[in-house]
């Protein structure tokens, strides 16, 4: 019997971003520091390399936190009028629901050569392909839109949260005006 060992390194991480915010709406501006924390993980197998497989889970979090710090800054909300940057949260919740597209796009495609594959009659095939392409194509696409855009609903109001968070842990650093 083969057994496999393993070992998992997970770690955490934090990042600051100095930035200059202004707010589109009524031009309020102030220096600002921007918090984001990211995770990241990696595997030594049989325990080999366990030195830089600790070390890439730590860069795997300190590069998250950075993008989570730039998503979060794109996301706050001013302080003076609580509006966000024009199509901040149209851009978030098209980038969560990107995956949907590839879920509606290639899984029905990949489900409807499948039975064509093994449909084995000719002539047979010719009308139950049709019909069956239309059936499995129209189901399953219906099925992956709806956890496609369940799944994306999800990150978004995950992503929506994580910058309602930053937002209280934006520091202002200078006199704002």
Known sequence: MLYYQGEQHRASAGAQQSAEFRCAHCGWTAR??????G??????????GRTAASRAA???????????AERNGRLMRCRKCSRRAPGAERRAAL?????MVWSVALFPILVALLFMALASDKKA??????????????TSALLALG????ISFRAYRRWLAEAEQAGKTVRIEGGAT
């Open 39 to 48: 995770s990241g993980s990696s595997h030594a197998a049989y325990g080999l």
């Open 95 to 99: 980038h969560a629901s990107l995956h």
């Open 125 to 138: 095939q010719a009308v139950s392909a049709n019909t069956l392409i239309v059936i499995v194509f129209g």
């Open 32 to 37: 600002v520091t921007i918090a984001g924390i």
């Open 147 to 150: 956890i496609g855009a369940a």
């Open 58 to 68: 730590g860069d795997r979090a300190q590069a998250e936190a950075r993008r989570a």
